[in-house]
C-alpha cells in the first residue's frame, strides 16, 4: 500500500488548536485567567506543549519567538484584551515549533 502525502496533509497534521484559551478569551477574560496565564504550563504555551505531549524543563527550551509570544499572551490576558489575545493564539497555533532544539 502506497501512502500520499502533500503539503496541505502536513499543514493539517501541523495545525495545533489552543480550543481552551479560546474559549477561555471568547467567554471574557477575568482575574482567574490573569493567574492561569502568569504560569508557562497553564498558559497558551502550556496547552501547546500538552496538545504535543512536550514538559517544559526550561524556558530556555522554547524558541525566542514562543517565549516573546507567550509573555505577549500574559499581557493581553491581564490587560483584558481579547482581541489581542485571540491573534496571539493565532500565531502560538501557527508556529511550526515552540522548541528550541528543533529548529
Known amino acids: 500500500m502506497r501512502v500520499f502525502y502533500s503539503q496541505k496533509m502536513e499543514l493539517l497534521i501541523k495545525k495545533f488548536d489552543l480550543t481552551d484559551w479560546r474559549k477561555k478569551v471568547k467567554e471574557n477574560l477575568s482575574k482567574q485567567n490573569q493567574e492561569l496565564s502568569d ?56 508556529l511550526p515549533t515552540i522548541w528550541r532544539d528543533e529548529i
Do not use: H
Not at 48 to 53: A, F, K, L, N, W
Not at 61 to 84: M, Q
Open 39 to 94: 504560569n508557562w504550563l497553564n498558559c497558551a504555551i502550556g496547552e501547546r506543549m500538552r496538545i504535543e505531549g512536550r514538559f517544559l524543563e526550561n524556558v530556555k527550551d522554547l524558541t525566542p519567538e514562543a517565549i516573546k509570544l507567550g509573555y505577549d499572551f500574559s499581557i493581553a490576558v491581564d490587560e483584558r484584551d481579547n482581541d489581542e489575545a485571540l491573534q496571539i493564539i493565532e500565531k502560538i497555533e501557527k
